[in-house]
């Protein structure tokens, strides 16, 4: 059975920093592409950032210089450093893992509220 834990959203003020882990179990974790999605309220879900299998990264203009993605194959972990938090930063974050599409995940996410 496929698992996507996400850990370490809560409350944070502004300029203030976190780091998002997504633990995942039941894939081989390596060989999937994995990313950060974010969903604000009455807002469409957004990507983030992703890391493929190799380790080549992305990230949407917005968070570019603030935010980091990586993982760790060995212990089939991926995170979110998060740092210059503002409140547009203020979501739920899901983690993805996807090889093609058939095989893509989803975790249940977890809230980040970023305060002024």
């Known amino acids: 059975q496929v698992q996507l834990v996400e850990s370490g959203g809560g409350l944070v003020q502004a300029g203030g920093s976190l780091r998002l882990s997504c633990a995942a179990s039941?894939?081989?974790?390596?060989?999937?592409?994995m990313a950060w999605y974010r969903q604000a309220p009455g807002k469409q879900r957004e990507l983030v950032a992703v890391?493929?299998?190799?380790?080549?990264?992305n990230y949407a203009d917005s968070v570019k210089g603030r935010f980091t993605i990586s993982r760790d194959n060995v212990k089939n972990t991926m995170y979110l450093q998060m740092n210059s938090l503002n409140p547009e930063d203020t979501g739920v974050y899901f983690c993805?893992?996807?090889?093609?599409?058939?095989?893509?995940?989803w975790g249940q996410g977890t809230q980040v509220t970023v305060s002024s």
């Open positions: 993805n893992a996807r090889a093609n599409t058939r095989y893509n995940y």
């Open positions: 039941g894939i081989a974790f390596s060989i999937y592409a």
């Open positions: 890391i493929g299998s190799g380790g080549s990264t």
